[in-house]
């Protein structure tokens, strides 16, 4: 499966935004989403993460009670809701998926084997 990303852009400080991901002709059900951003002059982090359930979720400390990762398997999309957005959410958001169905929500980047291109999200302050 090959994720897209999308729904990136600019917007205010506190303001929200929508980015999506979805993968043309293939199913996303099976498969563990990562949702992680990447900065510019910093290292790939972990954002968000649904496991291919939709059960369980992850959410790294910075985007907690701002961000909402959800999935929609009948459509075959996954989304994050941002709110509150930060000067410092500002990075190119990636979609990831892990297709080895393992137990638990996969929080580092070597679990996922299908990645998307980026969406750049800017935060203006």
């Known amino acids: 499966v090959q994720p897209q990303a999308f729904g990136g852009g600019l917007v205010q400080a506190g303001g929200s935004l929508r980015l999506s991901c979805s993968a043309s002709g293939r199913t996303f059900s099976p498969y563990a989403m990562g949702w992680f951003r990447q900065a510019p002059g910093k290292e790939r982090e972990i954002v968000t993460a649904?496991?291919?359930?939709?059960?369980?979720?992850y959410y790294a400390d910075s985007v907690k009670g701002r961000f909402t990762i959800s999935r929609d398997n009948a459509k075959n999309t996954v989304d994050l809701q941002m709110n509150s957005l930060k000067a410092e959410d500002t990075a190119t958001y990636f979609c990831?998926?892990?297709?080895?169905?393992?137990?638990?929500?996969?929080?580092?980047?070597?679990?996922?084997?299908?990645w998307g291109q980026g969406t750049l999200v800017t935060v203006s302050s």
């Open positions: 649904i496991t291919w359930t939709g059960g369980n979720t």
């Open positions: 990831a998926a892990d297709s080895s169905r393992r137990i638990g929500v996969p929080i580092i980047s070597l679990s996922y084997d299908a």
